[in-house]
């Protein structure tokens, strides 16, 4: 989907219950891709919406051998 760098993320959210136990599951659709993913539960779709919202990690810097003068 789009990565936790973008600045803005559009999505149709749609919720539901289902089976005896009436858990609710939920799907969303990329507005800007037109990608569809599904959850199993909302656990699992507020973890995507932590994960598309967090903030980008530091790049490493390579480590460069130093030059003998």
Known sequence: MHEATAKYHSYLLRLWQEGERRLWHASIHCVQSGEI???ADLEAFVAFLRAQTAPPRPQE?????ERKK
């Open 37 to 39: 993913v599904h959850f």
């Open 61 to 65: 810097t390579p480590v460069r051998p």
